[in-house]
């Protein structure tokens, strides 16, 4: 597959040249008043964050966990368990909510299902933050956030912090950090020094349990439980490893994957977005855009696109990442910023049918679900699958050649 496409999605022979890789610690932090980096957030925030952990495990209440369903919210719950039962607490005052599938922990049935396990704390972790209600409808109870995507909003009575890492679950630290920032992570500063983790842990132990961890929310079946509870009874990577049904969910994705992986992308017509269309009642529209972003490849290309409309009815949850090819441009691709300036090409009310699962997530790897008449409309927005105007050359007379064989669009057929 190491193959690569014109803006026009034919193939050439010239072997792709390599684009340096940006690396998330070459990213320059934010500055307090006093010229100190914040990260992962202020120092205000981090104590807050402290005092709410200790005030929960001396209060020895019911306090409950709510981690995203991907290798680093489940991660992060465990590490936050972990911590309270350091602190004292008992773990049978411990639960944990899982959010159902094709649901937010803003939506009103989760936050019934919460407030009916009747917690005095509730920690959210990795689930993203917006404007909205408390998280349940009681003054008894007190939340915390934790969370590291985009946003500038959160619900009210919250204490919201980015999220930190607790060095006595290095092990769960690393492969929280590999399944979002990816496993190429150079672990330089701001980033803690991690040389002892990996010294007991081989980093492909570490990758290798993330792809396992993150396989079966990506099923039909969507048993996120199966791997919390792995989570639980591991004392490190290796007792992943051998968990029978995180294997068997991830032969089902790669499976799926194999199957989806071969739809022909349509361009935009200006050549920066293409659009992968599949339909599947699992996870994998994240996986594909992951596996072609690293192999679609032309100088205007920007942003792989694979959108799902087989997960949740009615609806197209689509996933987007920037293109390896244009990962070093300057100024930088951001996933969210071109969505929406997509969507407000439309002159009528888009944007709000369109809803807040709209353009969620990072910059670099963004995505949405939104009800499938509206993503048509963003379609013909960002106009997918019109050709490029012709260039001035185009009249002139053509030279025949021999048609190419072996070429990236043979791939994109069904097998």
């Not at 368990?81 to 009103?108: C, F, P, Q, W, Y």
């Amino acid at each position: 597959m190491k193959r690569k496409a014109t803006d026009s999605g034919t193939v050439s022979k010239a072997k792709r040249q390599k684009e340096p890789e940006a690396d998330y610690c070459d990213v320059i932090s934010r500055k307090d008043g006093h010229g100190n980096a914040i990260w992962p957030a202020s120092e205000e925030s981090i104590e807050r964050a402290r005092l709410f952990i200790k005030e929960c495990a001396a209060s020895r209440s019911k306090t409950l966990i709510v981690p995203d369903k991907d290798a680093d919210g489940l991660d992060a719950g465990v590490i936050i368990r972990t911590t309270l039962i350091a602190l004292g607490m008992s773990s049978d005052l411990i639960g944990v909510h899982l959010i159902s599938k094709n649901a937010t922990v803003h939506d009103e049935a989760e936050r019934a299902a919460m407030l009916a396990k009747d917690p005095k704390y509730i920690i959210i972790v990795d689930q993203g933050s917006r404007a909205a209600p408390a998280v349940v409808d009681s003054l008894n109870t007190k939340s915390l956030i934790i969370d590291h995507h985009l946003s500038d909003e959160f619900p009210e009575n919250a204490t919201p912090l980015d999220q930190t890492i607790a060095s006595a679950c290095g092990f769960l630290c690393a492969m929280g950090t590999h399944g979002d920032l990816g496993n190429t992570l150079k672990w330089k500063p701001p980033f803690p020094d991690m040389t002892d983790v990996f010294k007991t842990h081989t980093k492909k132990a570490i990758n290798d349990a993330v792809a396992l961890i993150n396989a079966p929310r990506r099923t039909s079946k969507f048993d996120v439980i199966s791997a919390w509870e792995a989570l639980l009874a591991a004392n490190g990577p290796k007792d992943i490893l051998d968990n029978e049904r995180l294997l068997n969910a991830r032969a089902e994705i790669n499976e799926e994957v194999e199957k989806q992986t071969h739809t022909p992308p349509k361009f935009s017509k200006d050549g920066k977005i293409a659009v992968l269309r599949i339909n599947s009642e699992m996870q994998v529209h994240g996986v594909i855009a992951t596996r072609w972003a690293g192999y679609l490849n032309s100088k205007a290309l920007e942003i792989i696109m694979v959108a799902n409309s087989g997960y949740r009815p009615g609806y197209v949850n689509f996933s987007c990442r920037i293109a390896r090819s244009a990962r070093s441009k300057h100024p930088p691709v951001n996933i969210i910023e071109s969505l929406k300036a997509g969507a407000d090409l439309d002159t009528g009310d888009l944007v709000e049918r369109m809803g807040e699962s709209f353009a969620r997530g990072h910059k670099e790897a963004s995505g949405g679900i939104i009800p499938a008449a509206e993503f048509e409309e963003l379609m013909a927005l960002m106009k997918i699958g019109e050709k490029p105007d012709p260039k001035p050359e185009d009249g002139a007379k053509k030279v025949k050649t021999s048609p190419q064989k072996n070429n990236l669009m043979n791939y994109f057929t069904k097998k």
